[in-house]
């Protein structure tokens, strides 16, 4: 008896739902490793063979998260950090991608391909010309050192350009014709048009402001100034490591991702095709 098409296509469905689902599992395994851990005592997690439920809920980790690490003061620092940075970023990246997408100037072609050439070059090897800047203006121990640097790249600025490019020039044209300026043009008509590429690029920016470790450890000499990475990192002693704080703390630190990534999924999906697709 021969399948039907119909009945062929729901099996590959389930079939691919279930292995989807089991992938899911596979890679939650560690997040939810680390939950457990956070809720253990010290000698639980090192029990063998390992346990993911923990055999008594210890919110103690939590406790002297708070009391011993200050972590909301370095939670408000990283967040504080994250949102003006991914404003900033998308702002400048957004108006460059238009310029280049939208208007003919001279030079135009060699200077994108000098913004191209420059995402080959490893952003370590800039941090010792960064930090001897940011020395002579005075800007180390300061969020404006950590800011700075940050608030343009040329992967924004490229992303942002191959969306821009699918916006209709008669849309703009429309607009200059009522007589609104071309910072309007932009602001008004490109900009909303262009907010599925911005969810991504809003997503991607908050991620790598959020996680940067280097940077701010370079810049920031307070203790009180200092983001969550950087305090996370400084749980490691020598001698003895409470897993179960850092466990706690990881947790914490990656919920606004998840936060934000499941606000913006749809964004996020639609603007990363449209990215992909436009050349």
Same mark, same amino acid.
């Given at each position: 008896? $021969? ?12 079939? &691919?739902?279930?292995? %989807?689902?089991?992938? %899911? ?6 997040? %939810?490793?680390?939950? +457990? ?17 923990? *055999?008594?809920?210890?919110? +103690? ?13 370095? =939670? ?10 991914? #404003? ?6 957004? #108006? ?20 191209? +050439? ?7 090897? #800039? ?8 020395? $002579?203006?005075? %800007? ?13 790249? &040329? ?22 014709? *009522?007589?609104?300026?071309? =910072?309007?043009? =932009? ?14 690029? &809003? ?8 996680? *940067? ?26 001698? $003895? ?9 990881? =947790? ?25 697709? $436009?050349?």
């Amino acid at each position: 008896m $021969r399948t039907s098409p119909k009945l062929w296509s729901r099996i590959e469905a389930v079939a &691919a739902h279930l292995f %989807l689902a089991g992938a %899911l599992l596979y890679m939650s395994i560690p997040f %939810l490793w680390m939950i +457990g851990a956070s809720l253990k005592k010290q000698s639980e997690i090192f029990r063998n063979p390992p346990t993911f439920i923990p *055999d008594e809920l210890v919110f +103690g980790n939590y406790v002297n998260l708070f009391v011993e690490f200050d972590f909301l003061r370095h =939670f408000l620092n990283s967040t504080f950090l994250a949102v003006v940075h991914t #404003l900033l970023y998308l702002f400048f990246c957004s #108006l460059a991608g238009y310029a280049f997408a939208k208007y003919e100037f001279r030079l135009k072609n060699l200077l994108f391909l000098l913004l191209l +050439g420059s995402m080959m070059v490893p952003g370590y090897t #800039l941090f010792v010309p960064l930090f001897v800047l940011a020395i $002579r203006l005075k %800007l180390v121990d300061s969020y404006i050192g950590v800011l700075l640097p940050g608030i343009v790249g &040329a992967f924004g600025i490229f992303f942002m350009k191959q969306n821009m490019e699918s916006i209709p020039d008669e849309l703009l044209d429309a607009a200059r014709i *009522d007589g609104t300026t071309e =910072f309007g043009a =932009f602001w008004r008509v490109a900009r909303p048009l262009a907010a599925p590429a911005m969810a991504v690029l &809003a997503v991607l920016a908050f991620l790598n402001s959020w996680n *940067d470790f280097v940077w701010p450890l370079v810049i920031l000499r307070t203790r009180e100034l200092q983001t969550l990475p950087v305090i996370l990192a400084g749980m490691v002693g020598t001698y $003895r490591m409470e897993y179960g704080i850092v466990m706690a703390g990881s =947790f914490l630190s990656a919920l606004p991702v998840l936060i934000l990534f499941t606000s913006m999924q749809r964004n996020f999906m639609q603007g990363l095709t449209v990215g992909a697709l $436009r050349g």
